[in-house]
Structure formats: structure tokens, C-alpha cells
């Protein structure tokens, strides 16, 4: 299938499901809250290097995560519960993906956290839309995961380490909070190895955007999400 020029003056995508095979579904267009927004809803993400077009993608399968699904040994359960982490939901959003943009990848030489893609996520958190889950030892960040929520789904963006543990934590108690709070999905975006060991599934294109048609219809909880929004009392 041929890959759709977007018109940056005309905030219109085409169907998702015509993305080709690799998934992407369109260049161009215009970066920024409407744009981002308006992607996520209709089962899109912006996803593209330093220096390259605006890209726009829709994976078939999807990676996603079943609230409250995540696989963590009962070893590694019973190290989360020595109460050497602490979770901090929301605390310090720019201090995330700062490190998220920053941190070394094995296998990757840059980072598609551009200064472009870091300041529409830093303004979608201010409006209450983006939200980091973050991961605090003796004072200090350690960890942590940003991404999106719309509805009953939390789009999940990149998350970093700087100690061992620290990112799976964030994950876990993520995971564990949607679920107490009745959302239907951890969107992944792409299949992971890491990921998928700690039980990330795959979605077809078509489940997945029947899925996302259903969550429009759900109100979005909007804020800061460390005032209490949320239900967050899990117990690993």
C-alpha cells in the first residue's frame, strides 16, 4: 500500500488499517497537541528519527499488556516489596523523559526523542493528558516510564533504568493501577524481547482499532495524576 502525504493545514489521517506492511501509514502533517492527540484516537502513533519527515504509524500486530497481566517473578515480587523503590506518579514529568531521551540503548546510536517530540509531550502532560510513573530511591530518580492516557487506555511511550529493576518497577505498578482502575489496555506500540518476556501479547490491527473505537466513547481522566485521580492502592 502507498504511504499518505499529510496536508500539515488539514488535521485529517487516513483509516489506519491502510498502513503498509511496516506499518507506517503516513509522512508529513503537523507535530504537535491536535496532531498527537487526534493520532492516538484513531490508533496512530508519530514515531521517526533526528532530521527525518513527520512519520506516522499503525503496526499490525499491535504490542500491548493487559492491566494487572505482567509476569514478574515471585524473587523479583518479594524485591519490589523490601521497600527499597518508591513509586511517585506524576512528580517530575520532564526529569523522565528527559533521561527516556538521554539514556543509552544497546543497538542504538541516537534517540527519536526529539527536542521537537520532547516539548509536545512535556505540553500534553501540562494539559493533563501525559503522565510519568516514576521510580524513587533514597530521594532520587532512578526510573521511570511516560505516555499517554485517553480513556480507558494508556499509551506508553519509553521508560529508562539507571538501576537494575527500577523501569520494571514503574511498569509493574503501572500495570497494577490501570488495573484498579478499570482501563483496557497498556498500549506497547511495538513487540519487545524485554517486553514480551514480562507478558506483552500481540494484537491484531483489526482487534486493536474496534478496541480503540469503544475507548472514544470513555471519558479521559485529565491532571496531574500524583492529586490523588486515581485509585492506587495495589499491593505487589
Request: charged residues 30%; proline residues 0%.
Given at each position: 500500500m502507498?504511504?499518505?502525504a499529510l496536508n500539515e493545514h488539514r488535521l485529517i489521517f487516513p483509516k489506519a488499517d491502510l498502513a503498509d506492511e511496516s506499518g507506517l501509514l503516513a509522512i508529513g502533517g503537523k507535530l504537535d497537541v491536535d496532531w498527537v492527540l487526534e493520532a492516538y484516537s484513531c490508533g496512530i502513533f508519530p514515531w521517526f528519527n533526528e532530521n527525518d519527515p513527520i512519520m506516522w504509524w499503525s503496526p499490525n500486530p499491535r504490542s500491548v499488556i493487559v492491566p494487572g497481566n505482567l509476569k514478574i517473578r515471585k524473587s523479583m515480587k518479594s524485591y519490589f516489596r523490601s521497600g527499597r523503590f518508591h513509586l511517585k506518579i506524576d512528580k517530575d514529568f520532564e526529569q523522565v523523559i528527559d533521561n527516556c531521551q538521554?539514556?543509552?540503548?544497546?543497538?542504538?546510536?541516537?534517540?527519536?526523542?526529539?527536542?521537537?517530540?520532547?516539548?509536545?509531550?512535556?505540553?500534553?502532560?501540562?494539559?493533563g493528558f501525559a503522565?510519568?510513573?516514576?521510580?524513587?530511591?533514597?530521594?532520587?530518580?532512578?526510573g521511570g516510564l511516560y505516555g499517554i492516557s485517553l480513556g480507558k487506555i494508556f499509551f506508553g511511550e519509553s521508560m529508562f533504568s539507571s538501576v537494575s529493576n527500577a523501569s520494571k518497577y514503574a511498569l509493574l505498578s503501572l500495570s497494577m493501577i490501570l488495573e484498579l482502575n478499570n482501563f483496557r489496555l497498556l498500549d506497547c506500540q511495538i513487540p519487545n524481547p524485554h517486553l514480551d518476556n514480562m507478558g506483552c501479547v500481540e494484537m491484531s490491527?483489526?482487534?486493536?482499532?474496534?478496541?480503540?473505537?469503544?475507548?472514544?466513547?470513555?471519558?479521559?481522566?485529565?491532571?496531574?495524576?500524583?492529586?490523588?485521580?486515581?485509585?492506587?492502592?495495589f499491593k505487589i
Open positions: 502507498a504511504v499518505f538521554n539514556i543509552a540503548r544497546r543497538g542504538q546510536d541516537g534517540t527519536w526523542i526529539t527536542q521537537d517530540m520532547k516539548d509536545v509531550y512535556i505540553e500534553l502532560h501540562n494539559l503522565h510519568s510513573f516514576e521510580t524513587w530511591e533514597e530521594g532520587k530518580l532512578v490491527r483489526d482487534d486493536y482499532l474496534a478496541l480503540i473505537k469503544q475507548n472514544n466513547k470513555d471519558d479521559t481522566i485529565v491532571g496531574n495524576w500524583g492529586n490523588d485521580l486515581l485509585k492506587t492502592d
